[in-house]
Structure formats: structure tokens, C-alpha cells
């Protein structure tokens, strides 16, 4: 945990400033498999600045929090449930990839979403996939295509492997500019605070926007694993 910890503070040291002419929602998770035989999930999220939901876990136990009350309780605990089960398909597959390719350990995988609500009305939105601590890919919303940070042969083929599946580019950007904008646009005001307040039902979560990016990761482990073995 202390790792974790270390790796989360200076992304939220960045991130902690608030600004009166903009609002942010924020989406940060990390996938750290020590070992073939186990896992740790870490993540949150910001709303502003504001801590609004955390994640913490390892293998079959995780513990996902709002807390804000941003949606019904029956809405979150279905959202819960369905996050668990990708999450330890995601861990299944990993270790299914890695044994059969003798992959070395330790592996980590570093996901980051975030959309900015402009109070002129203009938007903007990013996501970004860091592997072992090195910038890999980079989500370009208007396009709809994951771009690779790195000129090499593995960023190239698993950038051109995403881009085949509407799971990872048009999901992801509906996402990031209807989803997540929506959400902003319900939970804060035009001075910049979080209201809290519940018109029906949000549609936006940590536990969307981390299932949507665990769907591009897990193309993203299939690229490396299958065709490279493990190897950048």
C-alpha cells in the first residue's frame, strides 16, 4: 500500500487545484500484479479537486466508496457488483496470458480520465495508459483513436490493435465527452463547488469510467502478452 501511495502523490498534488472558470472530473486507477498469483487494484477519483469516490483492493476483495452521495445506493451497489466481476475476469485473463507466455513480473498497468466543463460552454476531455511507469498510449477523443506515446514496435502494434474494437474507441468517447461531461454539468455550479445533488439518476461513476478503460486494457494485455511476450 505504501507503493501505492507513493505513485498517488504527486498525480494528486497536480491535480488538487481548483479553478472558478473550469470544473474537472477526474479518473485515476492502478493495476499492480506482484506476482502471478495476485493483484492489487488502487484508483480514484476528483471532482474539482474534491476526493469523490476511492478504490482499493486485491484479487476476489475489493472496496469501491462515493464519498459524495452522487448516485442511489441501489444504483451504486449493482455497480459495485458488476466492477468486481470485470476486474477479477481482467486478473483471470492476465494470469492465464502471462503463464503462457512466461511473462516476467512485476507488471503494472496506470489508467487516467479526465473532461474539463469550460464555463464558456466548451469542453475537453483526455485518457491516458501508462505501462510500467512509462507514458504507452494516449486516447485522442476527437478522432476516436488511441495514439502510442512511445516509438516502438509495442506502443505502434497495440495502439493499431484498440483501434479495431468500438469497446475501446467509441465507447471511450462517448464516455469521456457525453458521460462524463454530463456528470459535471449535474454535480457542480458556476462558482465551482460541488452540489451534491441528485436530478434522478447519474449515469456517470468511478465504476463506469474504470470498466471502460479495464475493457482497453485488457485489449492492451492481449497485444502484449500474445505478440510480444511481455517484451517492449
Known amino acids: 500500500m505504501l507503493l ?3 505513485l498517488l502523490l504527486p498525480w494528486l498534488l497536480c491535480h488538487w487545484a481548483d479553478s472558478a472558470d473550469s470544473h474537472t472530473f477526474t479518473m485515476f486507477y492502478l493495476a499492480h500484479f506482484p506476482n502471478s498469483s495476485f493483484v492489487e487494484f488502487i484508483g480514484n477519483a476528483t471532482l474539482d479537486g474534491k476526493l469523490t469516490h476511492s478504490m482499493e483492493g486485491g484479487n476476489e476483495q475489493l472496496n469501491v466508496s462515493q464519498r459524495h452521495p452522487l448516485e442511489p445506493s441501489h444504483v451504486w451497489e449493482q455497480r459495485v457488483s458488476n466492477l468486481s466481476q470485470y476486474l477479477q475476469k481482467f486478473q483471470q485473463t492476465v494470469q492465464v496470458l502471462t503463464l503462457e507466455r512466461k511473462v516476467p513480473y ?3 498497468v496506470q489508467c487516467t480520465k479526465e473532461c474539463l466543463l469550460f464555463n464558456t460552454g466548451a469542453t475537453n476531455s483526455s485518457s491516458r ?3 510500467n511507469g512509462i507514458g504507452f498510449l494516449r486516447f485522442q477523443t476527437d478522432s476516436a483513436s488511441w495514439i502510442p506515446l512511445q516509438d516502438t ?3 505502434s502494434f497495440a495502439s493499431s490493435w484498440l483501434n479495431k474494437y468500438n469497446e475501446t474507441t467509441i465507447s471511450i468517447k462517448h464516455f469521456l465527452q457525453e458521460t462524463c461531461i454530463g456528470f459535471l454539468r ?3 455550479d458556476v462558482k465551482g463547488s460541488l452540489t451534491g445533488k ?3 439518476r447519474s449515469h ?3 465504476v463506469l ?3 471502460l478503460g479495464a475493457l482497453a486494457l485488457m485489449g492492451l494485455t492481449v497485444c502484449i502478452f500474445i505478440c510480444t511476450g511481455g517484451k517492449r
Open 153 to 155: 514496435p509495442l506502443a
Open 106 to 108: 512485476p507488471l503494472q
Open 186 to 188: 449535474e454535480h457542480t
Open 198 to 200: 441528485q436530478k434522478g
Open 129 to 131: 495508459v501508462v505501462l
Open 4 to 6: 501505492f501511495q507513493a
Open 204 to 206: 456517470t461513476s468511478l
Open 209 to 211: 469510467g474504470i470498466t
